[in-house]
């Protein structure tokens, strides 16, 4: 058999009992707002912000290709005899497309790269998550019901006590025993 309890306060069962249930509705109410910003963040990755990424990597594609035919262009219409013209501004122009272009393929490779991770995190959190459902559904509530059971049984055995005190002095002789019971043959 286990301890026996040292009991001190019958009151703090019941103030136990209400933080106990407080706790588990909060609780929750948490993990619903967790699995809510969750689909959120998870449909914020996977879709918009890989499809940004493509639509950018497509317009940056696009807009390198307008620099080279620009700059094709420009060399075509500048050209005298053998002479190479610099075409300064256009080289910039392609030059700037072609690192918008590598950024956005950059951060397209990092969404889908991240996306996997974050897909395993997410896996790891709703195996915690369900633990941690399963313990507030089965282990908290039978702890709040035991809690609950030993708070009656406490305030059942007080009870029983009280009319035993709750008799008047002069039916008690010196030895606590009421007169009806001295006055019994023992057994």
């Not at 706790?23 to 948490?30: L, T, Y």
């Not at 393929?105 to 995190?121: H, N």
Request: net charge positive; charged share 35%; glycine share 2%.
């Amino acid at each position: 058999m286990g301890k026996p309890a040292r009991v001190t306060s019958i009151d703090v069962l019941p103030t136990l009992t209400a933080a106990l249930e407080k706790f588990r509705g909060e609780a929750r109410s948490v993990l619903d707002d967790l699995d809510i910003e969750i689909r959120r963040i998870l449909e914020w990755i996977h879709s918009e912000r890989k499809s940004y990424w493509e639509r950018e990597v497509r317009k940056a594609q696009e807009e390198l290709n307008r620099a080279k035919l620009s700059l094709q262009q420009a060399r075509m219409s500048r050209r005298v005899a053998d002479h190479e013209p610099a075409c300064l501004e256009e080289k910039r122009a392609v030059e700037k497309a072609r690192r918008r272009l590598e950024v956005a393929q950059q951060k397209l490779r990092a969404v889908r790269q991240w996306s996997g991770t974050i897909d395993r995190a997410v896996d790891d959190f709703q195996r915690c998550r369900t633990q941690f459902s399963v313990w507030l559904e089965t282990d908290l509530a039978r702890a709040v019901a035991a809690l609950k059971q030993m708070s009656a049984s406490l305030v059942n055995y007080i009870s029983l006590e009280a009319p035993n005190e709750a008799l008047p002095p002069a039916t008690r002789s010196s030895t606590g025993e009421t007169e009806s019971e001295g006055n019994r043959t023992q057994p």
